[in-house]
Structure formats: structure tokens, C-alpha cells
């Protein structure tokens, strides 16, 4: 019996060191492995990577001895049912360990680009990972205390069955399991103690995301105020220029004025590029999801870039495989940015040759993946400068950028864009023999009516209809400019300095519409508008336009939801905010007080020709003829499809808008419309050439054009390059 006893005793204490000898090694694997971890963390202190990744791979080589012993051990020592789970524990740290070890490699690889922000990010997700490690340890040892106790309990149970056989020796053995007790008590304390660690670890990690979250929220702050404060003057400037150009000038004056709008509006772009920059590293760029027409996007694309091309004596040529009546879902806006960065670079860097944009679409799920390459003649770019051009202030060489300018923003911000939409962009080019820059970007399929109905919501204001207009602005100098411009269209205006002033004035005198600045002292432009919609009729159906230095896309939201009917961005192109006005007036009919007598749409508006686009409208403007002129001759020619004369009469309806031209608008209008519901089109077409014709004897007569009509086969002239379908003015 005492042989039993002993016997007992002795494999309880060698199983006790065992199960000790376990724990204190499972804690210096922990132990290794934050070994492993600190150098991810030290390396921004220390600034040596090599050193730092020395003591990493020492300390993992240490940790892998380490694991792969406890794992021999666990199979020498314990029976397969109780090793099963502890091996797991074992393989969930290891899987975890190579996560740590992927991570820590980006964390060097990013300080040794310089990015030390991106590699501060990963430090933290390695962290994050360390602490999951832990975990698994210390769930690993509390499994190990739990089979220690069972096998203590079944110690006990023997105990118990020879302590009624000799209470002696049953008394020695409730002394020595005591004291294994009371050890294993001591561990567990220790468990629970790094429990309690890693709960604090955790909750500083939950501060510092907090804090983090906090400051990302400062920096939007910061960026949509700063927007505000320099878009703002720039209103002034660029509008007063407008209006300084349009006038009666020298020509040395009107130099001039052309030079502060040029180096107003490149001011304006470089503050945009910057914004935008920012507001994409700050995850604060929000993306527009709205229907629009792909064709509408191009066109816009192409008149504003064709002038700078024939400046230098180059073609731009658009290439579309794809139905330009397409109706895509996604931000046009964006799109379009991105269209005009490239199409932009393409021009400035091509002296000789052309500049081809290639459009075509692949189907992908319910949608379409859009493909666009612009292909230049230009200077190329060498391959050492290719890797590095779409990171932010990266132009290819200091040569280029001393020659050319920029401020090296524009292919950063086409990158962010187009993979914030689910894209991707890229460029292959050779030195001396031009580059293709190409991107890819998925769009849902939109609603073609619903861009039927938002176009036929938006025709060019008719001149001659004056309406009432109550301008609200704490900027004097906007006020002056908008005032002086609606004034100059022959609207009446009255001029409020506050929200709550325009609810006052809104309350006792009939206004047709409501400009509102959104950000003002007293009472801000939301607040205003949303008083404005609580009054009676008449004065809660004013329409209400909403303009601001910073209209981001949270600020657009609220503005609809407060009662607006449209936003404009400041500064604003004037047809934007001619056509706003004529949209949300389309079935008001004006103040009674001051209706006018208007028989019919005049042949031209002097005051939107001179401000139509950019100061150029005037030299353009014999190009706008000729091309109406040209497109009824080819309507003419032969028997057209109802959708190729649909197409002509939609390009025609834009441009002549654009320019002032409303009765070659009102002609176009209604052949499309003719065209659409399968009308006979032939009388509007005659419709349409007597009003271009009437069109061009009147503005020759006003000093406007010059020239005579082309001859009838000038469309036909091999040397003739297509001329673009729209033209957009602003900076």
C-alpha cells in the first residue's frame, strides 16, 4: 500500500511539472512573439530597418524553434483526445504569426518609400494581430489549467480510495494536492492578470481609433471651410472679369481682362486639385450616384478641349463604339474630371500629330464596364518616370515641368477617382513616340427617361422675359456681381444681406426666385429656405437656388432636403446659373407687375453671347453658324435616319443655347422632338435652315460674323477636322 501511495505521489508530481513546464512555455512563446512584434513598433524610433528586421527574423527563427517543440512535446505527452484541441491552439497562433510577419514586411517596405503614413496604418493592424495571438495563447493556457485540474481531480479520486485503506497516507496526499492547488491557483491568477492587460490594451486601441476618427473629422472641417474662404473672392474676380470683358473695350483692356480671367481661372483649378486631393486622402470625397447620358459627357469634353487643340495646331478626334444616347448610373461629374486631366495632358504635351479618344463599353452583371483611351502624338515618357506619375506633385522630370507647368496633381487625382468608382487606370508610352493613358469603370445602366425629362426640364432663357429676383448674400461684392448681371439680362432684383432679412422680404413683396448664399451670419441659407417653406402662399412656393463657395456633396444633400430646388458651386459658369433659373421658373408664370409683351424668341441674346463659355464665344461664334449651316445640309442631302436626324438636332439644340441663338434652339427642339415620335421631320427641317439663315443675315448685320455661308460641299472638305459638338465655359 505504501508502494501504491508513493507510486501515486510520484506521477502526481511529475504530471504537475509537466503541466508547469508547459505553462512557462507557452508564456515565453508569448513572450517570443512579442518579440517578434516590437520591431514593427521600433523601427519609428530607431529609424534602422535592417537592424529592426534582424531582430524580428532572430526573434521568429526563436518562436518556430519554440512551437515546434511544445508541438513534440503535446505528442510524446498526451493522449490524442486532450493534444487534439491544445495543437490547435497552437496552429491558430501559427497561422496568426504569418499574418504578423506579412504585415511587419509592408511596414518596412512602406518606410523605405518614405510612406510613413501608410506604414503607421499597418503598425496598427499588426498590433491588432499581435493581440489576437495573445489571445489564442492564453486561451492555449487556460486549457491547459483546465486539464491540469481534471487530472488533479482524478489524483484526488485515487487519493480518496486508498485513504480508506490507510488514512495516513490519505492525509499526506490531501496535503500534497493542497499545495498543487493552491499553485495552480497562482497561475490562474496570473492568467486572469494578462486577461486584464490585454482588456486595457484593447480599450486604448478603441481610444485611438477614436481619436483618429476625431481628427479625419477636423481635416473635413478644415477643407470644406477652406473651400468656402478662397472660392468665394474667387467669384468675384472671375465674375467681375466676365463682366469687364463683355464690355465695349480697347483691345488693350480687353488683354487685360482676358489675363486675370485666364490666371483666375488656373488659380481656381490649382484650389480644386488641391480640395480634391485632400478631401480623397481624407476618405471625404462622396461620389454622386445620378443618371446621365454618356454622349452629353463627351460632348462636353470635346468643345472645351477643341479650341486649345486648334491653338496648336492639332486634331482631337473622338472614336465611339458606344451608343452615345447611352444612360449610365455614377457620377458624371467625376467621369468627366477624369476625361478632361487626361484629354488636357494629351493637348498641352502634343505640338504635332493629334490626339485620339477611344470610347467603348464591355458588359459586366446588369451593367457596362466603360473603356476609355486617350492616344497622344506628343513627347512620351520615359519608363523610369512611368512608375512613379500617378503619385501626387509627380511630373516626368524637371524639365517637363519646367517647360510645360502644372502642379503635378491632375493624374493622382484620376487615379483616386477612378478607383474610388471600382475602377482601375493606367499608361503605356515610349520616349519621343506618344503615350496612351487608359481607365476602366464600371457604371450601372441608368433611366432614359429620367434624363429625357431632366434635358426637357432645362432650355436656355428666353431673353426678354424679365422676372423678380431677390439675391441673398452676405459678400457685397457678389451681391454687386450677380446684380449687375441679372440687371444686364433685364431682370429687377432686390438685394437681402442675411437669411433673416430674405424671410422678411420674401414674407411681404412677390418674387419669382431666390438666390441663396448657404453660408451666412444670422441666419445660413438652409435655415432660411426651410422658414421660407413654413410661410403661406405665395411666398413658400418661391423656388429657391442655393449657391455656395463649398458645395460638397453632404452640403448638396442638405440644401435638397431643406427646400431647394437647385445648388450651384461658386464660382459658377453663367449659363449654369441662366439655365437653374429657367428650370425651376419653366411653370411659374413672371410677376404680373412685370410681364412682358414677347411675340416670339428673338434671332440672338447679345448679353449670352458675350458670356457664353469664356471671352472666345465671339471668335467662335462664326464656327457656330457654319456648323449649323453644314448640319442642314446634310439633313438635306439625302434620306436620313430618324435617329441620325435626332443626333444633329440634339447637337444643334445644345450649342445654339449655349450661344444665345434661341430661334436655331426653338427649331432644333422641335425637329428632335419630331424626330423622337417619328414625325414627319421634312417642314422642320425647312424650319430649321430658315432660321439659321435669318440667324446669320442678323448677326452679320450686328457686327457680330463677317464671313459668307461656307459653299454647300464645305462638309465635305478632306482637310476639314470634325469640329467639336459643345462648347463649356469656367476655369
Same mark, same amino acid.
Given at each position: 500500500?505504501?508502494?501504491?501511495?508513493?507510486?501515486?505521489?510520484?506521477?502526481?508530481?511529475?504530471?504537475?511539472?509537466?503541466?508547469?513546464?508547459?505553462?512557462?512555455?507557452?508564456?515565453?512563446?508569448?513572450?517570443?512573439?512579442?518579440?517578434?512584434?516590437?520591431?514593427?513598433?521600433?523601427?519609428?524610433?530607431?529609424?534602422?530597418?535592417?537592424?529592426?528586421?534582424?531582430?524580428?527574423?532572430?526573434?521568429?527563427?526563436?518562436?518556430?524553434?519554440?512551437?515546434?517543440?511544445?508541438?513534440a512535446?503535446?505528442?510524446?505527452?498526451?493522449?490524442?483526445?486532450?493534444?487534439? &484541441?491544445l495543437?490547435?491552439?497552437?496552429?491558430?497562433?501559427?497561422?496568426?504569426?504569418?499574418?504578423?510577419?506579412?504585415?511587419?514586411?509592408?511596414?518596412?517596405?512602406?518606410?523605405?518609400?518614405?510612406?510613413?503614413?501608410?506604414?503607421? @496604418?499597418?503598425?496598427?493592424?499588426?498590433?491588432?494581430?499581435?493581440a489576437?495571438?495573445?489571445?489564442?495563447?492564453?486561451?492555449?493556457?487556460?486549457q491547459?489549467?483546465?486539464?491540469?485540474?481534471?487530472?488533479?481531480?482524478?489524483?484526488?479520486?485515487?487519493?480518496?480510495?486508498?485513504?480508506?485503506?490507510?488514512?495516513?497516507?490519505?492525509?499526506?496526499?490531501?496535503?500534497?494536492?493542497?499545495?498543487?492547488?493552491?499553485?495552480?491557483?497562482?497561475?490562474?491568477?496570473?492568467?486572469?492578470?494578462?486577461?486584464?492587460?490585454?482588456?486595457?490594451?484593447?480599450?486604448?486601441?478603441?481610444?485611438?481609433r477614436?481619436?483618429?476618427?476625431?481628427?479625419?473629422?477636423?481635416?473635413?472641417?478644415?477643407?470644406?471651410?477652406?473651400?468656402?474662404?478662397?472660392r468665394?473672392?474667387?467669384?468675384?474676380?472671375?465674375?467681375?472679369?466676365?463682366?469687364?470683358?463683355?464690355?465695349?473695350?480697347?483691345?488693350e483692356?480687353?488683354?487685360?481682362?482676358?489675363?486675370?480671367?485666364?490666371?483666375?481661372?488656373?488659380?481656381?483649378?490649382?484650389?480644386?486639385?488641391?480640395?480634391?486631393?485632400?478631401?480623397?486622402?481624407?476618405?471625404?470625397?462622396?461620389?454622386?450616384?445620378?443618371?446621365?447620358?454618356?454622349?452629353?459627357?463627351?460632348?462636353?469634353?470635346?468643345?472645351?478641349?477643341? &479650341?486649345?487643340?486648334?491653338?496648336?495646331?492639332?486634331?482631337?478626334?473622338?472614336?465611339?463604339?458606344?451608343?452615345?444616347?447611352?444612360?449610365?448610373?455614377?457620377?458624371?461629374?467625376?467621369?468627366?474630371?477624369?476625361?478632361?486631366?487626361?484629354?488636357?495632358?494629351?493637348?498641352?504635351?502634343?505640338?504635332?500629330?493629334?490626339?485620339?479618344?477611344?470610347?467603348?463599353?464591355?458588359?459586366?452583371?446588369?451593367?457596362l464596364?466603360?473603356?476609355?483611351?486617350?492616344?497622344?502624338?506628343?513627347?512620351?515618357?520615359?519608363?523610369?518616370?512611368?512608375?512613379?506619375?500617378?503619385?501626387?506633385?509627380?511630373?516626368?522630370?524637371?524639365?517637363?515641368?519646367?517647360?510645360?507647368?502644372?502642379?503635378?496633381l491632375?493624374?493622382?487625382?484620376?487615379?483616386?477617382?477612378?478607383?474610388?468608382?471600382?475602377?482601375?487606370?493606367?499608361?503605356?508610352?515610349?520616349?519621343?513616340?506618344?503615350?496612351?493613358?487608359?481607365?476602366?469603370? &464600371?457604371?450601372?445602366?441608368?433611366?432614359?427617361?429620367?434624363?429625357?425629362?431632366?434635358?426637357?426640364?432645362?432650355?436656355?432663357?428666353?431673353?426678354?422675359?424679365?422676372?423678380?429676383?431677390?439675391?441673398?448674400?452676405?459678400?457685397?461684392?457678389?451681391?454687386q456681381?450677380?446684380a449687375?448681371?441679372?440687371?444686364?439680362?433685364?431682370?429687377?432684383?432686390?438685394?437681402?444681406?442675411?437669411?433673416?432679412?430674405?424671410?422678411?422680404?420674401?414674407?411681404?413683396?412677390?418674387?419669382?426666385?431666390?438666390?441663396?448664399?448657404?453660408?451666412?451670419?444670422?441666419?445660413?441659407g438652409?435655415a432660411?429656405?426651410?422658414?421660407?417653406?413654413?410661410?403661406?402662399?405665395?411666398?413658400?412656393?418661391?423656388?429657391?437656388?442655393?449657391?455656395?463657395?463649398?458645395?460638397?456633396?453632404?452640403?448638396?444633400?442638405?440644401?435638397?432636403?431643406?427646400?431647394?430646388?437647385?445648388?450651384l458651386?461658386?464660382?459658377?459658369?453663367?449659363?449654369?446659373?441662366?439655365?437653374?433659373?429657367?428650370?425651376?421658373?419653366?411653370?411659374?408664370?413672371?410677376?404680373?407687375?412685370?410681364?412682358?409683351?414677347?411675340?416670339?424668341?428673338?434671332?440672338?441674346?447679345?448679353?449670352?453671347?458675350?458670356?457664353?463659355?469664356?471671352?472666345q464665344?465671339?471668335?467662335?461664334?462664326?464656327?457656330?453658324?457654319?456648323? @449649323?449651316?453644314?448640319?442642314?445640309?446634310?439633313?438635306r442631302?439625302? &434620306?436620313?435616319?430618324?435617329?441620325?436626324?435626332?443626333?444633329?438636332?440634339?447637337?444643334?439644340?445644345?450649342?445654339?443655347?449655349?450661344?444665345?441663338?434661341?430661334?436655331?434652339?426653338?427649331?432644333?427642339?422641335?425637329?428632335?422632338?419630331?424626330?423622337?415620335?417619328?414625325?414627319?421631320?421634312?417642314?422642320?427641317?425647312?424650319?430649321?435652315?430658315?432660321?439659321?439663315?435669318?440667324?446669320r443675315?442678323?448677326?452679320?448685320?450686328?457686327?457680330?460674323?463677317?464671313?459668307?455661308?461656307?459653299?454647300?460641299?464645305?462638309?465635305e472638305?478632306?482637310?476639314?477636322?470634325?469640329?467639336?459638338?459643345?462648347?463649356?465655359?469656367?476655369?
Amino acid at each position: 500500500m505504501s508502494r501504491s501511495i508513493k507510486y501515486n505521489y510520484s506521477q502526481s508530481v511529475e504530471a504537475n511539472h509537466r503541466w508547469v513546464d508547459r505553462l512557462s512555455r507557452y508564456a515565453e512563446l508569448t513572450r517570443l512573439a512579442g518579440s517578434v512584434n516590437a520591431p514593427g513598433n521600433d523601427v519609428f524610433d530607431s529609424g534602422s530597418i535592417d537592424t529592426e528586421i534582424a531582430l524580428r527574423d532572430s526573434a521568429l527563427a526563436a518562436f518556430s524553434m519554440g512551437m515546434e517543440e511544445a508541438r513534440a512535446e503535446l505528442t510524446a505527452n498526451v493522449g490524442p483526445a486532450e493534444a487534439g &484541441p491544445l495543437t490547435a491552439w497552437l496552429d491558430i497562433s501559427l497561422v496568426v504569426m504569418d499574418q504578423m510577419i506579412a504585415q511587419s514586411n509592408l511596414i518596412f517596405e512602406n518606410l523605405r518609400r518614405g510612406d510613413t503614413r501608410e506604414a503607421a @496604418a499597418q503598425m496598427a493592424a499588426m498590433d491588432r494581430q499581435y493581440a489576437q495571438l495573445a489571445g489564442s495563447m492564453a486561451a492555449l493556457s487556460r486549457q491547459v489549467g483546465r486539464l491540469q485540474t481534471q487530472e488533479f481531480e482524478e489524483q484526488i479520486e485515487a487519493i480518496q480510495q486508498l485513504e480508506r485503506i490507510e488514512l495516513l497516507v490519505g492525509g499526506l496526499l490531501v496535503l500534497m494536492v493542497t499545495g498543487m492547488t493552491f499553485y495552480g491557483y497562482k497561475i490562474v491568477r496570473k492568467l486572469y492578470a494578462d486577461e486584464v492587460r490585454l482588456a486595457r490594451y484593447s480599450a486604448s486601441l478603441a481610444e485611438a481609433r477614436d481619436a483618429a476618427n476625431a481628427s479625419s473629422k477636423a481635416k473635413s472641417d478644415f477643407l470644406a471651410f477652406m473651400s468656402h474662404e478662397i472660392r468665394t473672392p474667387l467669384t468675384t474676380v472671375l465674375g467681375m472679369a466676365d463682366l469687364i470683358a463683355a464690355g465695349d473695350l480697347p483691345e488693350e483692356s480687353r488683354q487685360h481682362a482676358q489675363a486675370i480671367q485666364s490666371s483666375g481661372r488656373h488659380l481656381l483649378e490649382i484650389v480644386n486639385d488641391v480640395l480634391d486631393l485632400s478631401r480623397i486622402e481624407a476618405d471625404a470625397l462622396a461620389l454622386d450616384r445620378t443618371d446621365f447620358q454618356l454622349g452629353a459627357v463627351l460632348e462636353h469634353v470635346e468643345w472645351l478641349m477643341a &479650341p486649345a487643340a486648334d491653338q496648336r495646331g492639332i486634331s482631337l478626334d473622338f472614336d465611339v463604339r458606344v451608343d452615345r444616347g447611352t444612360v449610365l448610373r455614377g457620377d458624371p461629374t467625376r467621369l468627366r474630371q477624369i476625361l478632361l486631366n487626361l484629354v488636357s495632358n494629351a493637348v498641352k504635351f502634343t505640338s504635332e500629330g493629334g490626339v485620339l479618344v477611344e470610347v467603348k463599353a464591355s458588359q459586366a452583371g446588369d451593367g457596362l464596364r466603360l473603356q476609355v483611351a486617350v492616344v497622344d502624338t506628343g513627347i512620351g515618357i520615359s519608363e523610369e518616370c512611368q512608375a512613379s506619375l500617378f503619385q501626387p506633385f509627380r511630373q516626368a522630370g524637371q524639365e517637363t515641368a519646367r517647360l510645360y507647368g502644372g502642379t503635378g496633381l491632375g493624374l493622382a487625382i484620376c487615379r483616386r477617382l477612378t478607383e474610388a468608382m471600382g475602377g482601375s487606370i493606367g499608361l503605356a508610352s515610349k520616349l519621343g513616340q506618344g503615350s496612351r493613358f487608359w481607365f476602366e469603370i &464600371p457604371f450601372e445602366l441608368g433611366d432614359q427617361n429620367a434624363v429625357r425629362d431632366e434635358l426637357a426640364m432645362g432650355p436656355a432663357p428666353v431673353p426678354g422675359t424679365p422676372l423678380r429676383i431677390l439675391i441673398v448674400d452676405d459678400a457685397e461684392l457678389n451681391r454687386q456681381l450677380l446684380a449687375g448681371v441679372l440687371v444686364r439680362h433685364g431682370h429687377r432684383v432686390v438685394e437681402a444681406v442675411d437669411g433673416a432679412q430674405a424671410v422678411e422680404l420674401a414674407r411681404s413683396q412677390p418674387f419669382d426666385v431666390i438666390l441663396m448664399d448657404v453660408q451666412m451670419p444670422v441666419l445660413d441659407g438652409i435655415a432660411a429656405t426651410g422658414l421660407l417653406r413654413r410661410l403661406p402662399p405665395p411666398a413658400r412656393d418661391i423656388p429657391v437656388i442655393g449657391l455656395s463657395a463649398g458645395m460638397h456633396e453632404e452640403e448638396r444633400r442638405r440644401c435638397f432636403a431643406g427646400g431647394m430646388q437647385r445648388c450651384l458651386s461658386k464660382p459658377f459658369v453663367w449659363n449654369e446659373l441662366f439655365n437653374a433659373i429657367a428650370q425651376v421658373t419653366a411653370t411659374k408664370e413672371p410677376s404680373p407687375a412685370l410681364a412682358p409683351d414677347v411675340p416670339s424668341r428673338p434671332l440672338f441674346d447679345r448679353f449670352a453671347i458675350d458670356l457664353a463659355a469664356d471671352v472666345q464665344a465671339a471668335a467662335l461664334m462664326q464656327q457656330v453658324i457654319e456648323d @449649323a449651316e453644314r448640319s442642314c445640309s446634310r439633313l438635306r442631302a439625302a &434620306p436620313v435616319r430618324p435617329e441620325e436626324v435626332r443626333q444633329e438636332a440634339h447637337k444643334l439644340k445644345g450649342i445654339s443655347g449655349l450661344f444665345g441663338l434661341p430661334r436655331i434652339q426653338l427649331a432644333a427642339e422641335r425637329l428632335q422632338a419630331a424626330a423622337e415620335a417619328g414625325q414627319g421631320v421634312a417642314g422642320m427641317i425647312d424650319g430649321l435652315v430658315v432660321a439659321v439663315a435669318a440667324t446669320r443675315a442678323e448677326l452679320h448685320g450686328s457686327g457680330l460674323i463677317s464671313t459668307t455661308p461656307p459653299p454647300a460641299n464645305s462638309d465635305e472638305d478632306p482637310d476639314e477636322r470634325p469640329q467639336p459638338l459643345m462648347r463649356a465655359s469656367g476655369g
